[in-house]
């Protein structure tokens, strides 16, 4: 058998050549492993052919970048990385809540490893990202770090150096697939080798354990099978005989197991699939007076034929099965459920969002639906199909971050017969095929990647596709329509979707009304609920008023759980003491969002709306044209009164709607213009979930918006974060410390 080339192209020669020596271990048989890396040069212009190049996510950057590379026509996958159990242990020896530096040789890379950790259970002490360039402004005597010795700090007490992280069972598992190697599996070096590394997929291990031990599951196999099978060994004597195949031959499988075939079944023609080592096409015989499809099929092993199965279907039995599989492929969900009618609502942000959507859906443009989870945009997207002129063709909706990305491509692209091992005989259309002449619709499209977001620009460009493994293009007529609960400019600004993409995603964009701002629509939701649930109750007077001001962090999917936990109390009445304890928990005001960019109501206009007559950001201290202080002898009386009204203004109203998260994020910042360095919204937002304070992205970042247009805070548009303004500065003591500026 002549050796496989396997090329491991990583960016730092140390993890390369460990990576290589693991490969080498498994596959170093059968398998010829190179070894190349960016830092000293060899994994530079394009590199050899290979039967498989195993590339790291950080070797080349991007997928444009790997193609640069890597020749054309040969495959490529990534290279997936763990712990080992033996290193963890030494972890979870660590007294609880001691603060721990993991050190790596980036940030992207420290903050990736802690979270695999937190996966893993090391959730009992705080790990704290260290890489070159990092400011260390804790008190941190310990360290942890996957052989990155060279940037620890100094000072460090203790240090516990977990070696470079392994491959992955699971990325070693695709290596034997893609090379055709899968007997390896079942070696003992592979089983030790996976017994040792670190992994969450517990019942994916678990599945594959028992997937080796096929004597023992086989008979479970058997009986699944909507088609009759007939199983021999090499010698063409009868093994297993399955139910189905019973009835159909009407045979007993226990009184021929072990007999030759050729007797039992001599319709069956086993004797030349397994001399030939050829797969025998379906034909039609007839057996007992009814038409049957008789397909057998040779199993190799290292290109010897150790046995052979039959496979045995009615006529009517397969149309009966296509006919089902065409209902539940409808009912799956290729059609659109919703329309506008059953979207609940009479405030004016949902029915301005409804009237605006309506408009959009006589487009052919692609729509984007923004909006905070649990808002309902899948809903609107059905409605938004409803209303168009595909209303007819199908509606096919998928969660785009359900899937990981192999298997997202295959599921959105389809792919050919022999495209993968596992692949269906006839290939498989993608879900942009059977959207043909409708709609498709990606939920979560922030998770889409890289190199899928390049295949989705051409779809969207060229209106056309090729299958996985094809190589014929195939033109659809599909209309996108994505949704996103996260900002896309700031992903495109970090590098991690694409520009050209996001416009293209963009055309028409409608932001979805979260609930906070859709007071009016509250109870009449709460109604339908009541009647699809089936619930029977009343609210207080002052559950209505509590359930007005809370923030409602879940939006509509937070407000039917506590619909269903209301029933479930069986109280005809709800009170205060009746409230799940996740929500009486968070009893915190609601900060009413901006709806959309620019645009503000009356409901919805951040820091101004619920405050006394005189507006927010007329009461504050405001800088002219060149950004400068105003000249302190003519003005400082002036600037006084003007900051104190501010100050008092919102110290007065910290029961507003607002106050609370205000007052934190400029507590936030002025705790970070102390250490002389910016602070940004996610870092806001984590210590925010850290309090159990209920805001969002969106929120802060309204406030934010808010804060610098009134002088209160510089805001940076990329990662540089923002700074309080000596005005801010002042607001906060003031805050805190009234009479300190009479001081």
Known sequence: MEKKQIAIVSLDARAGESYGREVEGLFGKYAEVLVYNVQDGSAMGVLPRADLYVVSTDAYGSAEEVARHVPVDCP??????????????KLKEIPEGTKVLFVNMTQTMAREAITQLNQFGINHIQLIPFYPGAVLDEDVHMAVTPDEMRYLPEGMDKVINLGQRSCTSGMMIEIALRLELEFLLETAAFQEYFRSIATNNYSFDQMFAKSIRLESQFHILMEILSEGVVGVNERGEVFACSHHAEEITRVSSSLIIGKRAEKVFPYIDFSRALSEKCRMEAQVKKIHGANISVEVVPV?????????????????????RQNELRKQIFHKGHYAKYGFGDIIGESEVILRAKEILKRMAMSESPVLLIGETGTGKELFAHALHQASRRRNEPFVPINVAAFPENLLESELFGYEE????????????????????GTLFLDE???M???????????LQEKELMRVGGNRIIRIDVRIVAATNESLEQKVEEGSFRRDLYYRLNTLPIMIPPLAARDDDMFLIIERFKEELGGNFILSEEVQRFLKEYSWPGNIRELRNVVEYFIYTGHEQICMEDLPPTVLSKKLPKLRPVLASGEKTEESNAL???????????????????????????????????????????????????????????????????????????????????????????????????????GLARVSRGRGGSQLTLEGRKLWENCTHPGARER
């Open 76 to 89: 490529t996958m990534a290279i997936e990385v763990s712990f080992r159990w033996s290193e963890l242990r």
């Open 445 to 447: 499209v922030e998770g």
């Open 300 to 320: 190799l092993r290292q290109e010897v034929c150790v046995g052979a199965f039959a496979i045995l279907q009615r006529f009517n039995d397969v149309e009966m």
């Open 449 to 459: 990647s890289p190199l899928l977001q390049v295949k989705l620009l051409r779809v």
């Open 608 to 710: 101004s709306d619920t405050l006394p007559k005189q507006n927010f950001s007329d009461a504050l201290p405001k800088r002219n044209s060149s950004d400068a202080l105003p000249d302190r002898k003519s003005s400082d009386a002036l600037s006084d009164r003007k900051f104190r009204e501010t100050a008092n203004l919102v110290s007065d109203s910290v029961t507003n709607s607002h106050s609370e998260v205000f007052l934190f994020i400029l507590g936030e910042l002025y705790a970070a213009s102390e250490q002389g360095i910016a602070t940004g919204r996610e870092k806001i937002l984590e210590k925010a979930h850290k309090i159990h304070l209920p805001t969002s992205q969106q929120e802060i970042r309204n406030i934010l918006a808010e804060m610098a247009k009134n």
């Open 418 to 437: 022999g495209a993968f091992t596992g692949a269906k005989k006839g290939g498989r259309p993608g879900l942009l095929e059977i959207a043909h002449k």
